[in-house]
């Protein structure tokens, strides 16, 4: 009954192409020369998330899959892994970099970092923003979430995930404030992967962060969707700093935006970056909301999937009829 459902509504939708916004720049997504192209999915009504899988049949995954980001960062989601063995390391833009408005979020193209996952030498592609946090960090929401998106040589996608918190006014002025996201202990006591030393949190600084100033202080010139600008220089060793003093979460998950694919590896910070309330309403102004909802626990059946077999229960159905009739008797 679902699957029909679902054929049925991409027939009437499939007109609207849905692009990748984590996807950008990678195999699954390849940016066009010329003009920005402008997401046609959004995060409300029926371009939002519970309608992806009608926007276009690629986009399957996003209500079959099941394993799917975000997720709630909770004890047993994922392994620890130290940011020493990844070796991130991404050299300043002097030149600045290319800032684009996707109609969805708004995006750096920020070729040229690399670091290795068992090995594997992956490339930094892009890096956009999230409007709340779309991870949960132990089931609590930060103000906005950076996604830095990897691609190897054979396609494989990874992506740094780095929570944003707007500043305590109170505290702004204080220059070596130091602070970690929350992780418990009993979180942070979760099954690792035998080849990776344990060790506890490292502690980095949490400031207003002069990247995000820099990214942020050239909105005004992308505030329209498919609009772009060069932004001024960007110092990156200040982000490559704080996530190399942190662990990471690590787990298998998907990318956030359709086609919502598969085998993502995923690494959340256990760090945090912060940006001034007055940058923090800036980013709000031009990409508004844009989190897609925490997905069900790895493994288990898709939220969506598990509603749709609900939703065509004889059970259900007689309860609709019953109300589409107004409660009549005998029914």
């Not at 007109?15 to 192209?37: D, K, M």
């Not at 779309?134 to 950076?146: I, K, P, Q, T, W």
């Not at 329209?224 to 704080?242: F, H, R």
Request: proline share 5%; charged share 10%; aromatic share 6%.
């Amino acid at each position: 009954m679902y699957s029909t459902l679902a054929t049925l509504a991409w027939a009437v939708f499939s007109a609207s192409q849905a692009l990748a916004s984590c996807a950008h720049g990678t195999h699954l997504h390849r940016r066009q020369e010329g003009a920005v192209e402008v997401n046609q999915f959004g995060y409300v009504g029926l371009t939002g998330p519970l309608n992806w899988v009608a926007l276009d049949a690629a986009n399957i995954l996003c209500a079959t899959g099941t394993r799917q980001s975000p997720i709630d960062m909770t004890q047993g989601q994922f392994q620890l892994v130290p940011a020493s063995a990844l070796g991130v390391n991404i050299p300043d833009f002097t030149a600045g970099a290319e800032f684009e408005n996707l109609g969805t979020t708004v995006e750096v193209i920020a070729q040229g970092g690399t670091m290795a996952i068992n090995g594997v030498e992956f490339g930094l592609q892009q890096f956009h923003f999230h409007l709340p946090s779309e991870h949960l960090d132990n089931g609590v929401s930060h103000a906005m979430e950076m996604h830095m998106v990897w691609e190897s040589a054979q396609g494989q996608i990874a992506v740094i995930g780095v929570y944003i918190d707007v500043e305590n006014s109170q505290a702004a002025g204080a220059a070596n404030q130091t602070a970690v996201t929350s992780v418990p202990a009993e979180k942070r006591s979760a099954k690792m992967d035998p080849k990776y030393k344990r060790e506890e949190p490292k502690v980095a600084k949490r400031a207003t962060t002069a990247l995000l100033d820099t990214v942020f202080s050239s909105l005004p010139a992308i505030t329209q969707p498919g609009t772009k600008t060069t932004t001024q220089p960007l110092i990156m060793s200040e982000i490559v700093d704080i996530i190399n003093a942190s662990d990471l979460q690590n787990y298998s998950g998907s990318l956030t935006t359709p086609p919502c694919s598969e085998g993502v590896t995923w690494f959340v910070s256990t760090q945090s970056l912060q940006i001034s309330a007055a940058n923090f309403g800036a980013v709000r102004d031009v990409i508004g909301f844009n989190s897609r909802f925490p997905q069900n626990t790895l493994g288990q059946p898709n939220l969506l999937a598990i509603n749709g077999a609900m939703m065509a229960s004889p059970q259900v159905q007689l309860a609709a009829l019953r109300q589409s009739l107004g409660g009549l008797s005998g029914f």
